[in-house]
Protein backbone atom coordinates (compact mmCIF):
# COMPACT_ATOMS: atom_id res chain seq x y z
CA UNK A 1 0.00 0.00 0.00
CA UNK A 2 1.34 3.15 -1.21
CA UNK A 3 0.97 5.92 2.09
CA UNK A 4 0.87 9.74 0.98
CA UNK A 5 0.51 11.54 4.27
CA UNK A 6 -1.24 14.67 3.45
CA UNK A 7 -0.53 18.60 4.05
CA UNK A 8 -1.17 21.72 2.46
CA UNK A 9 1.44 21.90 0.64
CA UNK A 10 1.25 18.12 -0.79
CA UNK A 11 -2.55 18.67 -1.31
CA UNK A 12 -2.74 18.73 -4.98
CA UNK A 13 0.02 16.48 -5.36
CA UNK A 14 -1.69 13.74 -3.43
CA UNK A 15 -5.22 14.33 -5.05
CA UNK A 16 -3.26 13.89 -8.29
CA UNK A 17 -1.71 11.03 -7.47
CA UNK A 18 -5.22 9.45 -6.65
CA UNK A 19 -6.79 10.60 -10.06
CA UNK A 20 -4.25 8.22 -11.42
CA UNK A 21 -4.63 4.94 -9.44
CA UNK A 22 -8.28 5.45 -9.96
CA UNK A 23 -7.78 6.41 -13.70
CA UNK A 24 -5.43 2.82 -13.16
CA UNK A 25 -8.30 0.63 -12.19
CA UNK A 26 -6.88 1.13 -8.71
CA UNK A 27 -8.28 1.43 -4.98
CA UNK A 28 -7.46 4.83 -2.77
CA UNK A 29 -8.57 4.97 0.25
CA UNK A 30 -9.15 8.97 1.25
CA UNK A 31 -10.40 11.24 3.96
CA UNK A 32 -14.49 12.24 2.96
CA UNK A 33 -16.83 14.51 4.83
CA UNK A 34 -17.67 11.28 7.09
CA UNK A 35 -15.36 8.57 7.51
CA UNK A 36 -12.45 7.60 5.50
CA UNK A 37 -13.97 6.07 1.96
CA UNK A 38 -12.77 3.33 -0.56
CA UNK A 39 -12.94 4.98 -4.36
CA UNK A 40 -12.62 3.54 -7.57
CA UNK A 41 -13.75 3.84 -10.87
CA UNK A 42 -17.71 3.72 -10.79
CA UNK A 43 -17.98 2.93 -14.39
CA UNK A 44 -15.98 -0.56 -14.61
CA UNK A 45 -17.01 -3.29 -13.13
CA UNK A 46 -13.39 -4.62 -12.77
CA UNK A 47 -12.85 -0.99 -10.03
CA UNK A 48 -16.06 -2.10 -8.68
CA UNK A 49 -15.56 -5.62 -7.86
CA UNK A 50 -11.86 -4.67 -5.86
CA UNK A 51 -13.65 -2.59 -3.69
CA UNK A 52 -16.37 -5.20 -3.07
CA UNK A 53 -13.80 -8.01 -1.96
CA UNK A 54 -11.58 -5.60 0.25
CA UNK A 55 -14.46 -5.00 2.24
CA UNK A 56 -15.75 -9.00 1.87
CA UNK A 57 -19.39 -6.76 0.69
CA UNK A 58 -21.89 -8.68 -0.65
CA UNK A 59 -22.79 -7.69 -4.26
CA UNK A 60 -26.06 -7.68 -3.31
CA UNK A 61 -25.28 -4.15 -1.65
CA UNK A 62 -24.97 -1.64 -4.22
CA UNK A 63 -22.34 1.09 -3.53
CA UNK A 64 -22.91 4.58 -3.78
CA UNK A 65 -21.26 7.31 -5.85
CA UNK A 66 -19.24 10.42 -5.74
CA UNK A 67 -19.58 12.66 -8.37
CA UNK A 68 -17.66 16.10 -8.65
CA UNK A 69 -20.75 18.19 -9.77
CA UNK A 70 -24.23 19.22 -9.69
CA UNK A 71 -24.02 19.18 -13.50
CA UNK A 72 -22.50 15.75 -13.82
CA UNK A 73 -25.74 14.72 -11.63
CA UNK A 74 -27.82 16.44 -13.65
CA UNK A 75 -26.55 14.88 -17.06
CA UNK A 76 -26.06 11.51 -15.81
CA UNK A 77 -29.62 10.87 -13.77
CA UNK A 78 -33.53 11.83 -14.57
CA UNK A 79 -34.23 14.85 -12.59
CA UNK A 80 -37.90 15.90 -11.93
CA UNK A 81 -39.18 18.62 -10.26
CA UNK A 82 -38.78 16.74 -6.65
CA UNK A 83 -35.36 16.08 -7.36
CA UNK A 84 -34.54 19.51 -8.12
CA UNK A 85 -35.53 20.91 -5.12
CA UNK A 86 -32.94 18.04 -3.38
CA UNK A 87 -30.52 19.29 -5.83
CA UNK A 88 -30.32 22.78 -4.59
CA UNK A 89 -29.26 21.81 -1.14
CA UNK A 90 -25.88 19.97 -1.99
CA UNK A 91 -23.03 19.61 -1.76
CA UNK A 92 -24.43 18.48 1.87
CA UNK A 93 -24.18 15.11 4.13
CA UNK A 94 -27.15 13.39 1.66
CA UNK A 95 -27.38 10.65 -0.52
CA UNK A 96 -29.75 10.92 -3.29
CA UNK A 97 -31.23 7.70 -4.95
CA UNK A 98 -31.96 8.47 -8.86
CA UNK A 99 -32.79 6.74 -11.66
CA UNK A 100 -29.42 6.68 -14.13
CA UNK A 101 -30.44 8.21 -17.90
CA UNK A 102 -27.45 5.46 -18.86
CA UNK A 103 -27.95 2.14 -16.74
CA UNK A 104 -25.66 0.57 -18.97
CA UNK A 105 -22.92 2.83 -18.01
CA UNK A 106 -22.91 1.30 -14.42
CA UNK A 107 -21.90 -1.79 -13.34
CA UNK A 108 -23.48 -4.33 -11.22
CA UNK A 109 -22.33 -3.38 -7.68
CA UNK A 110 -23.43 0.33 -8.71
CA UNK A 111 -26.65 -0.34 -10.11
CA UNK A 112 -29.53 -1.03 -8.43
CA UNK A 113 -32.71 -3.68 -9.60
CA UNK A 114 -34.77 -0.72 -10.70
CA UNK A 115 -32.14 1.64 -12.10
CA UNK A 116 -31.12 3.38 -9.78
CA UNK A 117 -27.88 4.93 -8.44
CA UNK A 118 -27.45 6.03 -4.68
CA UNK A 119 -25.22 9.81 -5.15
CA UNK A 120 -23.33 12.03 -3.22
CA UNK A 121 -22.15 15.87 -3.93
CA UNK A 122 -20.32 16.40 -0.55
CA UNK A 123 -18.64 19.61 0.94
CA UNK A 124 -14.98 17.69 1.02
CA UNK A 125 -12.28 18.61 -1.69
CA UNK A 126 -11.20 15.20 -1.86
CA UNK A 127 -14.08 13.30 -3.32
CA UNK A 128 -15.01 15.77 -5.29
CA UNK A 129 -11.71 16.74 -6.48
CA UNK A 130 -10.43 12.71 -7.55
CA UNK A 131 -13.65 12.36 -8.97
CA UNK A 132 -13.22 15.77 -11.79
CA UNK A 133 -9.61 14.55 -12.34
CA UNK A 134 -10.11 11.21 -12.94
CA UNK A 135 -12.80 11.89 -15.07
CA UNK A 136 -15.14 9.44 -13.48
CA UNK A 137 -17.58 8.89 -10.93
CA UNK A 138 -15.80 6.69 -7.91
CA UNK A 139 -17.32 4.92 -5.06
CA UNK A 140 -18.67 5.99 -1.72
CA UNK A 141 -18.46 3.51 0.52
CA UNK A 142 -16.51 3.80 4.32
CA UNK A 143 -13.19 2.52 4.31
CA UNK A 144 -14.06 -0.72 6.72
CA UNK A 145 -14.73 -4.32 6.69
CA UNK A 146 -18.22 -4.81 6.03
CA UNK A 147 -20.76 -4.98 9.12
CA UNK A 148 -17.69 -2.89 11.14
CA UNK A 149 -17.72 0.30 12.44
CA UNK A 150 -16.18 3.31 10.03
CA UNK A 151 -12.96 3.98 10.22
CA UNK A 152 -11.95 7.30 11.39
CA UNK A 153 -7.56 6.31 11.98
CA UNK A 154 -5.32 5.96 9.02
CA UNK A 155 -3.83 3.10 11.39
CA UNK A 156 -6.78 0.87 11.24
CA UNK A 157 -7.15 1.44 7.39
CA UNK A 158 -3.54 -0.34 7.11
CA UNK A 159 -4.13 -2.74 10.03
CA UNK A 160 -7.45 -4.18 8.68
CA UNK A 161 -7.68 -3.52 4.75
CA UNK A 162 -5.81 -5.70 2.46
CA UNK A 163 -5.38 -4.63 -1.46
CA UNK A 164 -5.72 -0.82 -1.04
CA UNK A 165 -3.51 0.61 -3.79
CA UNK A 166 -3.14 3.89 -2.00
CA UNK A 167 -3.49 5.80 1.05
CA UNK A 168 -4.40 9.75 1.35
CA UNK A 169 -3.78 9.92 5.31
CA UNK A 170 -4.94 13.18 6.11
CA UNK A 171 -4.94 11.89 10.28
CA UNK A 172 -7.35 11.21 12.60
CA UNK A 173 -10.76 12.30 10.99
CA UNK A 174 -13.65 13.62 13.43
CA UNK A 175 -16.20 11.02 14.25
CA UNK A 176 -18.56 12.59 11.95
CA UNK A 177 -22.24 11.48 11.44
CA UNK A 178 -23.25 9.45 8.52
CA UNK A 179 -25.03 10.80 5.21
CA UNK A 180 -28.91 11.12 5.49
CA UNK A 181 -30.07 8.97 2.64
CA UNK A 182 -33.01 9.51 0.31
CA UNK A 183 -34.53 7.62 -2.27
CA UNK A 184 -36.01 10.25 -4.64
CA UNK A 185 -36.35 6.71 -7.14
CA UNK A 186 -39.86 6.29 -5.36
CA UNK A 187 -42.52 8.66 -5.21
CA UNK A 188 -43.28 9.91 -2.57
CA UNK A 189 -39.69 9.54 -1.65
CA UNK A 190 -38.55 7.14 0.91
CA UNK A 191 -35.66 7.69 3.95
CA UNK A 192 -33.15 4.67 3.89
CA UNK A 193 -30.97 6.25 6.31
CA UNK A 194 -31.77 9.61 9.20
CA UNK A 195 -27.55 10.39 9.08
CA UNK A 196 -26.13 13.92 9.75
CA UNK A 197 -29.34 15.96 8.02
CA UNK A 198 -32.04 15.32 9.52
CA UNK A 199 -35.48 14.93 7.79
CA UNK A 200 -37.78 17.20 9.15
CA UNK A 201 -34.93 19.88 7.97
CA UNK A 202 -35.13 18.16 4.67
CA UNK A 203 -39.24 18.53 4.57
CA UNK A 204 -39.40 21.79 5.99
CA UNK A 205 -36.93 23.48 3.11
CA UNK A 206 -37.77 20.95 0.60
CA UNK A 207 -41.54 21.31 1.10
CA UNK A 208 -41.71 17.65 -0.14
CA UNK A 209 -43.62 15.17 1.72
CA UNK A 210 -41.41 12.30 2.79
CA UNK A 211 -42.26 8.29 3.88
Given at each position: MEIIKVTSENISD?????????KSCGVVAIPTDTSYGLAANAFEKDCVLKVFKIK????????????DSIKTI????????IASKFLALLPEKLT????????????EGILNPDGAVGIRYPLCIYPIEIARISGVPITATSANLSGEPPIYEPSLIIAKLENVDLLLDAGILPRRPVSTVIDLSKKPPIVLREGAFPVKKLVKITGIKIR
Open positions: AINRAAEIIRRSLHKPLSIFVEKLFVIDELILKTKYPKLFP
